[in-house]
């Protein structure tokens, strides 16, 4: 079964960190474009942060430059996003998505990031 696995979230206060964690089975991603998204209640998926299949290149969406970094490991099959000082409006289904430059479109059922003291 082709799937994307997201964990890594959790209840942390403001300020804190986490580390989400994007694994596929079923497919290696070494030829895939990570992407990471955030879905809070009643609102858009917004899109957080993409890392290319090289991992080379890198995107940010302007609210959490300096704050999150976005990561691959090709030999474990899995992307990271380290999130640093968050806060509370950041709370929200954290979802990764992977995509190759042909129909190849897979993605997550999210993990829930709540930022709370």
């Known amino acids: 079964q082709l799937q994307l696995v997201e964990s890594g979230g959790g209840l942390v206060q403001p300020g804190g960190s986490l580390r989400l964690s994007c694994a596929a089975s079923g497919f290696t991603l070494d030829y895939y474009v990570i992407g990471w998204f955030r879905q809070a209640p009643g609102k858009e998926r917004e899109g957080v942060s993409c890392i290319t299949s090289s991992g080379g290149r890198t995107n940010y969406a302007d609210s959490v430059k300096g704050r999150f970094t976005i990561s691959r490991d090709n030999a474990k099959n899995t992307v990271y996003l380290q999130m640093n000082s968050l806060k509370p409006e950041e709370k929200a289904v954290y979802i990764c998505?992977?995509?190759?430059?042909?129909?190849?479109?897979?993605w997550g059922q999210g993990t829930q990031v709540t930022v709370s003291s």
């Open positions: 998505n992977a995509i190759d430059g042909g129909m190849n479109d897979y």
